[in-house]
């Protein structure tokens, strides 16, 4: 469905500052660097708090956008021959125009909100139904003030059924999205406990929550919460209730847990009724109900709904990157399969700059797909530079001509098993491979054959999460302040070419390593951000130089032998920094060294440009030391300004680590220096910042076993029982970097949302766990070390130590996955 830049103005109220682009407008673009069919979009400029969408223009018009949507008053001068269309808010303008497109539509539009389960229920409900529908739904979980319109933006002619859901984070917001997706039927999944994070109480995000659906022909949801009810009683409109009370529509009896199965019973219309799910926990009963009272709406007979129900699949929409044979790391994303789900999957490829070649394998598409959705894909694939592209699936052979013109090379089978017979795992080496299929293709089968399977103890990276965590410390920069990140130490533990692609993604302005031989890393891996070397000696200084690296000069010596060495080279303007010594009495200049520094710098000051001047803060985290923080902080302003004396341009002037980012906003000067909070540790203990958890480390059960009281467990006896106990043994050990501190009780272990303590000392490889209090433990039971439910930190003080320790001690064998939801 396409729009005339005419139509677009007339929807937003905009004014058109130019009109001389031809064609029409099919996709809307926030992000520059997501843009597949720039003759056909409109490149919408958001100004958001972080990120001002004006800067992106150029970029966007380079890559061939020629619709324009901003609110500044004029474009920069050299985009010329477009349309641009000027508006007073471009949010407010997206929103407008999602909000038109949708009224066009009279297929049924269901709208989803409550704290937690939104986007299960939306892809239960699409897996459910999808037999019987062409449904739209939102990509992912997009559900925010932009993502609402996006998704929205998706509808067509084609689809007889689309699903949204909606989430909000402050007042007021739901207001938008309720004009935007009207929805026909409400679904409301559930209210949380936790925080009300953005809201005064839980009423006042109920309420408003609840706005979603005040104009819906009928709302479903769960009156087991009297305060749900309540609400949505208030509403005015007809609802179907679930909960385990008479009176709900659907009233729930019985649930009874196997193995790895529930079977829920329920009365409804005065008849009961099973089905089974194979999900045991809470949360996926509770939603599984919530989808099986709009099946029983839409009048779907018994049998097919507990057929259904029973092969429900779980959601994983999480991108993972894991290691594979020969060099190669593979992003398995092969839950679903659209043009918009795919886009994101390149879009992560492509940010994998540590792998030169990248190879993408993909399925058919969804039966009945048209021919032009086979050339989309292909187009796409031509514009993000894949080397090979792998097709399984009968229609790709017949469409095969929409691939003929890419520059990748192309392989063609007919199916998964012909491909299984063909290629062993050889047939890949030093590259990147993203597997996209539909769930029928069964490409499970090809992350067996092509994931190095290793030691089942593995570190959980989740890039989201990272990403979240930067923007929190951002959002307390004063405006114009830069951004270093630190990935010293391997990214602290979680690798630095992984987590150093995601922030050059999101643009912070300077990286830090320790050493020059982390900083070689990161340019192998593409890497092109400025980098800073804290520990530069003599014998890096040629390396420095090859691979565009700055170092911290920190002393005479090491000032000195680096100016002979540029003076040799015959290089001249070397970007450096310098360190002074404030108080840390690590490394650096002092006060006293100031005359001396002055006048070394006024005589072979052009041999290098002094990018920064920068300290580091001692006690940061700890306000009893903020009289000597603010000391440091004096000194560092006073040398500064020497330096500035002797070289007469303009340096970054930088000193706040994490903790201070944000306990001690003063002192932010030109930069900052972000490390453990990126990881998601508030070293400072603010509970202020809501940071996220990125590294969780899990291990498996190799054994369970009965032993009597009086035996003891583990080299020297040291762990004694004192009653008949159940021992799992766990695979992971000192050698990974569980520290033997750990041992005979300090330390504890997750399984099974309980915790359990470690008993008899911890050996290289293993170490055993009592699990004798907690019910249904079996072997290769998944264990959490440390991460979302066991914060690393917890870990830390057991151990004596603190979290930074615990992070990079985790031994390079421990197999490092990276998601990104
Ligand atoms: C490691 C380091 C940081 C980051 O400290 P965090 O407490 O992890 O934020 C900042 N500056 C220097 C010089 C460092 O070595």
Redesign the pocket.
Same mark, same amino acid.
């Given at each position: 469905m396409a729009y005339s830049i005419a139509e677009i103005a007339g929807f937003t109220g905009g004014s058109l500052i130019q009109d001389h682009a031809a064609g029409e407008i099919q996709y809307l673009v926030t992000d520059s660097r997501r843009i597949s069919f720039p003759e056909t979009s409109l490149f919408i400029a958001l100004q958001t708090s972080l990120r001002d969408g004006h800067k992106y223009i150029r970029e966007a018009y380079n890559r061939g956008v020629r619709f324009f949507m901003i609110q500044h008053d004029t474009l920069p001068p050299e985009i010329k021959n477009v349309s641009c269309l000027v508006v007073g808010n471009t949010l407010e303008a997206l929103q407008l125009i999602a909000a038109r497109h949708r009224s066009r539509f009279q297929y049924p539009v269901m709208g989803i909100t409550g704290s937690n389960g939104k986007t299960i229920v939306k892809e239960w409900l699409f897996q459910l139904l999808q037999p019987d529908e062409r449904i739209v739904r939102s990509p992912r979980s997009y559900n925010s003030q932009i993502g609402v319109p996006l998704s929205v933006w998706q509808m067509n002619s084609h689809h007889s059924l689309a699903i949204f859901e909606a989430g909000i984070s402050l007042p007021g917001e739901m207001q938008q999205l309720q004009h935007i997706i009207q929805p026909t039927y409400g679904i409301f999944t559930n209210l949380g406990e936790a925080h009300n994070e953005g809201f005064s109480s839980w009423q006042q995000k109920l309420q408003e929550k609840m706005l979603l659906f005040k104009q819906v022909q009928l709302l479903f949801c769960a009156i087991d919460d009297e305060r749900v009810k309540q609400a949505a009683q208030d509403l005015e409109v007809p609802l179907f209730t679930t909960g385990h009370t008479k009176e709900a529509d659907l009233y729930i009896t019985g649930t009874e847990r196997a193995a790895h199965s529930t079977s829920i019973t329920a009365i409804y219309n005065g008849q009961q009724r099973t089905i089974v799910i194979p999900f045991t926990d809470e949360a996926s009963v509770r939603n599984a109900i919530t989808c099986w009272a709009v099946l029983l709406h839409s009048e779907m007979p018994d049998d097919s709904i507990a057929e259904r129900m029973l092969l429900l699949q779980p959601v994983d929409m999480r991108l993972q990157l894991v290691q594979a044979l020969n060099g190669c790391a593979l992003i398995n994303d092969s839950y679903s399969f659209d043009l918009s789900s795919f886009a994101i999957a390149l879009e992560f490829l492509q940010q994998q700059q540590q792998f030169h070649s990248k190879t993408v394998i993909l399925s058919d598409l969804p039966e009945h797909t048209p021919e032009p959705v086979y050339h989309a894909v292909a187009h796409m694939l031509a514009q993000k530079q894949v080397g090979r592209v792998i097709t399984i699936g009968p229609l790709w052979q017949q469409w095969k001509a929409a691939l003929a013109s890419l520059p990748a090379r192309v392989e063609q089978y007919t199916g998964t098993a012909q491909f299984l017979q063909q290629v062993n795992a050889n047939h890949f080496r030093n590259e990147a491979i993203l597997l996209k299929g539909a769930r029928l293709f069964a490409f499970e089968q090809m992350v067996t054959m092509l994931a190095r399977r290793v030691h089942q103890t593995m570190m959980e990276i989740n890039l989201s999460a990272l990403s979240h965590n930067l923007k929190q410390y951002q959002q307390q920069l004063k405006p114009g302040t830069r951004l270093m990140a630190?990935v010293?130490a391997f990214g602290y533990g979680s690798g630095s070419a992984e987590v150093a692609s995601v922030l050059q993604f999101h643009q912070v302005d300077y990286l %830090?390593v320790a050493y020059a031989d982390e900083g070689v890393d990161l340019r192998k891996a593409g890497i092109s951000l400025p980098v800073l070397v &804290?520990n530069a000696d003599e014998a890096a200084f040629e390396t420095l130089v090859q691979y565009n690296l700055e170092p911290e000069l920190f002393s005479f010596p090491v000032l000195q032998s680096f100016l002979h060495f540029l003076e040799q080279q015959a290089l001249e303007s070397y970007p450096v920094h310098l360190k002074l010594d404030t108080g840390m009495h690590r490394l650096g200049f002092e006060s006293h060294d100031m005359p001396a520094l002055k006048a070394l710098l006024e005589r072979y000051g052009n041999r290098i440009a002094v990018r920064s001047v920068f300290s580091?803060l001692a006690a940061s985290e700890d306000p009893a030391e903020d009289a000597f923080t603010g000391q440091q902080a004096a000194r560092f302003r006073e040398n500064c300004h020497k330096i500035q004396e002797a070289l007469g341009y303009p340096f970054i002037r930088h000193l706040s680590? +994490? %903790?201070a980012i944000f306990r001690l906003p003063a002192l932010q000067f030109d930069m900052v220096? &972000? $490390?453990? $909070?990126l990881y998601g540790v508030d +070293?400072a203990n603010t509970h202020q910042l809501s940071l996220k958890t990125v590294a969780t480390l899990t291990t498996t059960i190799a054994q369970l076993r009965n032993v009597k009281a009086g035996e003891t467990i583990g080299y020297n006896r040291r762990g004694q029982l004192s009653r008949d106990s159940v021992i799992a043994t766990l695979r992971i050990g000192y050698a990974d970097g569980y520290s033997r501190k750990l041992g005979n009780g300090n330390g504890k272990v997750w399984i099974k949302g309980q915790l359990a303590p470690v008993v008899g000392t911890v050996c290289m490889d293993m170490l055993m766990v009592d699990v004798t209090d907690i019910p249904g433990i079996t072997e290769n039971d998944l264990v959490e070390v440390f991460g979302p439910n066991l914060p690393v930190q917890q870990v830390a003080e057991w151990s004596g130590t603190i979290a930074?320790e615990i992070l990079t001690a985790i031994g390079q064998r421990v197999k490092r996955v990276y998601v990104e939801e």
């Open positions: 630190m010293k %830090a &804290l580091h680590n +994490s %903790a220096r &972000l $490390g453990i $909070g +070293s930074y």
